[in-house]
């Protein structure tokens, strides 16, 4: 099991920056990848970025250039650093941790309101 605490949403202005947090209650090392979802109204949830336990990153097209997910280890947290924020980044964002086993384990957070005004 893998509890998953988000912080760090709000409501910002276009161009402006956030960093969302995310901490997990066991090592991120036990956990092959952790990573950043968002769902805004009416749409799916789709992949922004994730880190895998070798410090692998991925990010989505919408989020390249602007977006940086990184991790502290020794805080068994995962951030999550939004800058040039655009309003269709507006979103709830979810914190997603991946355990490769039989079967997949998929944990997620609670989810954090990210609003970017125009």
């Known amino acids: 099991q893998v509890q998953l605490v988000e912080s760090g949403g709000g409501l910002v202005q276009a161009g402006e920056s956030l960093r969302l947090s995310c901490t997990a209650s066991r090592s991120i090392f036990s956990i092959n990848a952790m990573g950043w979802y968002r769902q805004a109204p009416g749409k799916q949830r789709e992949r922004v970025a994730d880190?895998?336990?070798?410090?692998?990153?991925n990010y989505a097209d919408s989020a390249k250039g602007r977006f940086t997910i990184s991790r502290n280890s020794a805080k068994n947290t995962v951030y999550l650093q939004m800058d040039s924020l655009k309003p269709e980044d507006s979103a709830v964002y979810y914190c997603?941790?991946?355990?490769?086993?039989?079967?997949?384990?998929?944990?997620w957070g609670q989810g954090t309101q990210v609003t970017v005004s125009s």
């Open positions: 997603n941790a991946l355990i490769v086993t039989l079967p997949i384990k998929n944990y």
């Open positions: 880190i895998t336990s070798g410090g692998n990153t």
